[in-house]
Protein backbone atom coordinates (compact mmCIF):
# COMPACT_ATOMS: atom_id res chain seq x y z
CA UNK A 1 0.00 0.00 0.00
CA UNK A 2 1.29 3.54 -1.06
CA UNK A 3 1.77 6.26 1.35
CA UNK A 4 -0.80 9.09 0.73
CA UNK A 5 1.51 12.34 -0.59
CA UNK A 6 1.06 15.59 0.68
CA UNK A 7 -1.55 16.80 -1.46
CA UNK A 8 -4.01 13.89 -1.05
CA UNK A 9 -3.74 15.07 3.00
CA UNK A 10 -4.44 18.42 2.44
CA UNK A 11 -7.73 17.53 0.19
CA UNK A 12 -8.78 15.14 3.11
CA UNK A 13 -8.27 17.78 5.84
CA UNK A 14 -10.28 20.20 3.65
CA UNK A 15 -12.53 17.76 3.08
CA UNK A 16 -13.21 17.30 6.91
CA UNK A 17 -13.48 20.74 7.86
CA UNK A 18 -16.25 20.80 5.08
CA UNK A 19 -18.22 18.02 6.88
CA UNK A 20 -17.58 19.79 10.39
CA UNK A 21 -18.83 23.07 9.08
CA UNK A 22 -21.65 21.85 7.27
CA UNK A 23 -23.00 19.91 10.42
CA UNK A 24 -22.60 22.47 12.67
CA UNK A 25 -24.32 24.89 10.26
CA UNK A 26 -27.26 22.48 9.94
CA UNK A 27 -27.12 21.57 13.90
CA UNK A 28 -27.84 25.44 14.26
CA UNK A 29 -30.27 25.64 12.11
CA UNK A 30 -32.31 22.61 13.52
CA UNK A 31 -31.91 24.17 16.84
CA UNK A 32 -32.82 27.60 15.93
CA UNK A 33 -35.68 28.97 18.22
CA UNK A 34 -38.47 29.80 16.40
CA UNK A 35 -41.09 32.68 17.24
CA UNK A 36 -44.40 31.64 15.66
CA UNK A 37 -46.89 30.80 18.42
CA UNK A 38 -48.72 34.81 17.33
CA UNK A 39 -50.11 32.99 14.51
CA UNK A 40 -51.61 30.32 16.00
CA UNK A 41 -53.51 32.76 18.49
CA UNK A 42 -55.87 34.35 16.29
CA UNK A 43 -59.28 33.41 17.39
CA UNK A 44 -61.13 35.43 14.50
CA UNK A 45 -61.13 35.00 10.84
CA UNK A 46 -61.66 37.15 8.35
CA UNK A 47 -62.98 36.41 4.45
CA UNK A 48 -62.99 40.17 3.74
CA UNK A 49 -65.44 41.75 1.16
CA UNK A 50 -64.52 39.67 -1.44
CA UNK A 51 -67.56 37.26 -1.34
CA UNK A 52 -70.78 38.90 -3.14
CA UNK A 53 -73.48 36.81 -3.90
CA UNK A 54 -75.55 37.27 -7.18
CA UNK A 55 -78.08 35.94 -9.37
CA UNK A 56 -77.40 33.82 -12.55
CA UNK A 57 -78.72 34.79 -15.73
CA UNK A 58 -81.42 32.58 -17.25
CA UNK A 59 -79.95 32.42 -20.45
CA UNK A 60 -76.92 31.46 -21.98
CA UNK A 61 -74.37 34.67 -23.28
CA UNK A 62 -73.94 32.82 -26.72
CA UNK A 63 -76.96 31.16 -27.91
CA UNK A 64 -75.39 28.99 -30.78
CA UNK A 65 -71.20 28.22 -31.29
CA UNK A 66 -70.51 28.39 -34.43
CA UNK A 67 -67.11 28.15 -36.25
CA UNK A 68 -65.58 30.96 -37.48
CA UNK A 69 -63.98 28.78 -40.61
CA UNK A 70 -65.79 25.92 -42.21
CA UNK A 71 -63.93 23.38 -43.92
CA UNK A 72 -60.15 22.18 -43.42
CA UNK A 73 -57.98 24.84 -42.37
CA UNK A 74 -55.06 25.95 -44.82
CA UNK A 75 -51.26 24.45 -44.45
CA UNK A 76 -48.66 26.52 -43.15
CA UNK A 77 -46.66 27.85 -46.10
CA UNK A 78 -43.39 25.86 -45.35
CA UNK A 79 -45.66 22.81 -46.00
CA UNK A 80 -47.95 24.05 -48.72
CA UNK A 81 -44.22 24.66 -50.35
CA UNK A 82 -43.29 21.42 -49.92
CA UNK A 83 -45.92 19.96 -51.79
Known amino acids: MTKPNRSHRFLAAI ?4 AVVTIGTLSAAV ?3 TDHTD ?3 STTMSIGATSTETTPPTAP ?3 V ?3 AMK ?3 PLPSEEEAAK
Open 39 to 41: LAK
Open 61 to 63: AVA
Open 31 to 33: NAP
Open 15 to 18: IGAS
Open 71 to 73: GPA
Open 65 to 67: AKP
